[in-house]
T-cell receptor, first 112, second 115 residues
Framework: QKEVEQNSGPLSVPEGAIASLNCTYSDRGSQSFFWYRQYSGKSPELIMFIYSNGDKEDGRFTAQLNKASQYVSLLIRDSQPSDSATYLCAVIGQAAGNKLTFGGGTRVLVKP | DTEVTQTPKHLVMGMTNKKSLKCEQHMGHRAMYWYKQKAKKPPELMFV???????INESVPSRFSPECPNSSLLNLHLHALQPEDSALYLCASSQGGGERTDTQYFGPGTRLTVL
């Protein structure tokens, strides 16, 4: 079992719709959870982080954390073509020596 | 300001060349990182410097040699690389200190091609 798992996609979303991305992790001692966006050929850009159970909203993005079920999700509301990118889930956990462990990424395609 | 800068943006080198990648941050961060990223894969951690000391080396071949001259600068010296080392090399920094909110910010990367 991979430490951090994401569906590789592509997740195809009509413009204006909600994109829902999921990420599961295996280390129950994980403390911090991050979502990065990466455009093709570019570096990862931090979208948001979350470390408490529940929802955290920032503009069109909402991160949701459920530690009991060991998953974190990202919702993108009113999806725009410019949101087309790969979204990387990353986790800081004790099992990995407090290093940042990435999932494989979910590719999102927003179609006009 | 969450800017991490990297130079050069692109680098082409032969297998016998020696080159260096540079990374700089002025956010007062005390942890700096080197990652390697191949196409369609997530970043892979190579090295971590914490308070200017090498704290993590992820069993990286000795043809990659990191250096941290001061708290703002991080270098990666390259020598006798192989074509399979061609990748995007990413530098990142974070406040350090082991806090659970220790967020890493990435530089734009150096696209390395080894011929």
């Amino acid at each position: 079992q991979k430490e951090v798992e994401q569906n590789s996609g592509p997740l195809s979303v009509p413009e204006g719709a909600i994109a829902s991305l999921n990420c599961t992790y295996s280390d129950r001692g994980s403390q911090s959870f991050f979502w990065y966006r990466q455009y093709s050929g570019k570096s990862p850009e931090l979208i948001m982080f979350i470390y408490s159970n529940g929802d955290k909203e920032d503009g069109r993005f909402t991160a949701q954390l459920n530690k009991a079920s060991q998953y974190v999700s990202l919702l993108i509301r009113d999806s725009q073509p410019s949101d087309s990118a790969t979204y990387l889930c990353a986790v800081i956990g004790q099992a990995a020596g407090n290093k940042l462990t990435f999932g494989g990424g979910t590719r999102v395609l927003v179609k006009p | 300001d969450t800017e991490v800068t990297q130079t050069p943006k692109h680098l082409v080198m032969g297998m016998t060349n020696k080159k260096s990648l540079k990374c700089e941050q002025h956010m007062g961060h005390r942890a700096m990182y080197w990652y390697k990223q191949k196409a369609k894969k997530p970043p892979e951690l190579m090295f971590v410097y914490s308070y200017e000391k090498l704290s993590i080396n992820e069993s990286v071949p000795s043809r990659f040699s990191p250096e941290c001259p001061n708290s703002s600068l991080l270098n990666l010296h390259l020598h006798a690389l192989q074509p399979e080392d061609s990748a995007l090399y990413l530098c990142a920094s974070s406040q350090g200190g082991g806090e659970r909110t220790d967020t890493q910010y990435f530089g734009p990367g150096t696209r390395l091609t080894v011929l």
